[in-house]
C-alpha cells in the first residue's frame, strides 16, 4: 500500500484528482500570453527604443518568444509527468505527488 500523506497537514486521507483539464487550461493560457504575434509586436517595439530595423526586432521577438514556450512545455512535462494530482480529505489542499 503507498503512503501518500497531504504535505500540508500530515494526512493520508487523500484523493487523486483528475489534472488533465487543468494541464490543457494552463497550456491554452501561456501560449496566448506567448504568441507569435504578440512576440513579434513586443519585439518591434524594443527595436524601435533600441535604433533596430522593426523586422529585425519582430524576427527576435519570435524566436525568443518560441524558445520560452518549449523551454517551459518542457519543464513543465518534466516536472509533471511523473507527478499525480491529490486532494486532501481533511484540508482539502490539493497537491502533486511524484511516484
Ligand atoms: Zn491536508
Not at 14 to 31: G, I, K, M
Not at 67 to 86: H, R
Request: charge should be positive.
Amino acid at each position: 500500500m503507498s503512503l501518500i500523506q497531504c504535505p500540508y497537514c500530515q494526512s493520508t486521507h487523500v484523493r487523486q484528482t483528475d489534472s488533465s483539464h487543468a494541464n490543457a487550461n494552463y497550456f491554452e493560457q501561456l501560449q496566448r500570453c506567448i504568441s507569435p504575434t504578440q512576440m513579434a509586436l513586443f519585439g518591434m517595439q524594443l527595436a524601435k527604443k533600441a535604433g533596430f530595423p522593426p523586422f529585425t526586432g519582430a524576427a527576435i521577438g519570435v524566436v525568443v518568444g518560441g524558445v520560452l514556450v518549449i523551454v517551459s512545455q518542457y519543464c513543465y512535462e518534466k516536472y509533471y509527468s511523473n507527478a499525480e494530482q491529490y486532494v486532501c480529505l481533511d484540508c482539502q489542499q490539493q497537491f502533486a505527488w511524484a511516484r
